[in-house]
């Protein structure tokens, strides 16, 4: 609150009115701050990053098609696998086949990336050169 002093008359009136200059002043400083920070602080490493592309998938019978639902089980070709070392028996035998199978993984949307990061694991522990990803194509209207 401010009040007036130094009046010519005795009506001492008190304005109640907020002076809201500190306030303005306080504000444009930190926006200043900001604008000077900003920069600073979303700079980043530059990167290239991949582009997205759709590829039609090409069924081979020899592809091995594994499923991770939701609840981080895994089925190999519409089988459910027990577990981890289930799966690495399976794609054990698949590695030495020639032509080595290509594994082709669909993960639901909502699965975590811990049973998908699994399963690529496992993928590699066998020695399986080609894994790629099943996806939804994007909606046309984007």
Known sequence: MAMSIGSDGDDEEV????????????????????????????QTLKVKLPNEKNVVTITKPEN???????????????????????LFEKMKVAAVKVPQPEIHIRGDGNAR??????????????????????????????
């Open 15 to 42: 304005i109640s009115a907020i002076n809201t200059t500190p306030l303005v002043d306080v504000m444009l400083v930190l926006f200043i701050i900001f604008l000077i920070t900003s920069p600073i602080v979303l």
């Open 64 to 86: 091995i098609v594994i499923s991770v639902g939701k609840d981080g089980d895994i089925y190999w070709d519409m089988q459910l696998i027990a577990d981890s070392d289930a």
């Open 113 to 142: 990336y811990e049973s998908v990061g699994r399963v690529i694991y496992t993928a590699q522990r066998a020695s399986i050169m080609k894994v790629g990803f099943i996806t939804e194509p994007p909606p046309l209207n984007q």
